[in-house]
């Protein structure tokens, strides 16, 4: 099984990727993760990945493509680990995942010198990733010893955005006290915010927070966009408390 995610949206690059799949490997089964990244995205990719590579069957190959750096003196990778196989760019995208996992081996991705300087999911990654789902790991390129690291910045009660939702929840990776009410500061702005059990408890037309499925906090508005209303970005700083 390959498992897609990106920053592509609904775009042909996304069908061009799964066009490579299919040409290397006809019989591959392939599953979209996420899709919706914000463009460039690392930190919102990084995020997505590590909450969600555990619902997957082991043996299953993660192809992730958020690449600001495509085309550029970055490595390729894949990286086996106990029950998985990731691939993608060097950029830290895999690092959060992958590190709370045994790594078995990381091996470089070579890139032909055909490849297009701005689509490697298509030209590299897709490739690789078929290649591996059909058992050539140790085939893909010479092994490595290490990868990048992209830390998703958490110290006591400040931690990060990590991910604006399709609703325009704001995503943060910084977990649930046990109380009902928040200071939540975001740069130079205080906001004092109810921690309401369900969407449906909470009041209309007001910010308020909840537990997410990632077991985070969220800030969300009852049937609206808390986002519209906020204007976050994946990587701003954020306290709660």
């Known amino acids: 099984m390959i498992v897609l995610l990106s920053d592509f949206g609904q775009s042909e690059y996304l069908g061009a990727m799964k066009g490579v799949v299919y040409s290397v490997s006809p019989d591959a089964k392939m599953v979209d993760l996420c899709h919706s990244i914000g463009a460039q995205n690392v930190i919102e990719g990084s995020w ?7 619902y997957f069957p082991e043996g299953a190959t993660f192809c992730c493509v958020v690449d ?4 550029t003196e970055r490595k390729a990778i894949a990286v086996k680990t106990e ?5 993608g760019p060097d950029n830290g995208l895999l690092w959060e995942t992958v590190k709370e996992q045994k790594i078995i081996e990381i091996r470089e991705i070579p890139v032909p010198a055909e490849a297009s300087k701005t689509f490697h999911g298509r030209d590299v990654f897709a490739k690789a990733s078929a290649e591996i789902d059909s058992g050539k790991f140790n085939e893909i390129g010479e092994r490595i010893e290490k990868t990048e690291k992209l830390e998703l910045y958490k110290e006591g009660r400040e931690g990060i955005v990590v991910r604006i939702d399709r ?14 009410e928040y200071s939540v500061v975001i740069g130079e ?16 037309g ?3 927070l ?3 499925s990632s077991n985070t906090l969220e800030i969300s508005l009852k049937n609206g966009s808390a986002n519209d209303r906020l204007g976050l970005r994946p990587g701003e700083k954020i306290k709660m408390s």
């Open 83 to 87: 029950k998985y196989y990731f691939v």
């Open 210 to 212: 909840i537990e997410g």
């Open 189 to 204: 702005k205080e906001y004092v915010m109810r921690c309401s059990p369900t969407y449906g408890a909470a009041n209309a």
């Open 167 to 180: 609703f325009g929840n704001i995503v943060t990776n910084l977990g649930k006290l046990d109380k009902d």
């Open 206 to 208: 007001e910010l308020f």
């Open 48 to 54: 997505v990945l590590k909450n969600n590579y555990r």
């Open 68 to 71: 600001p750096g495509v085309g």
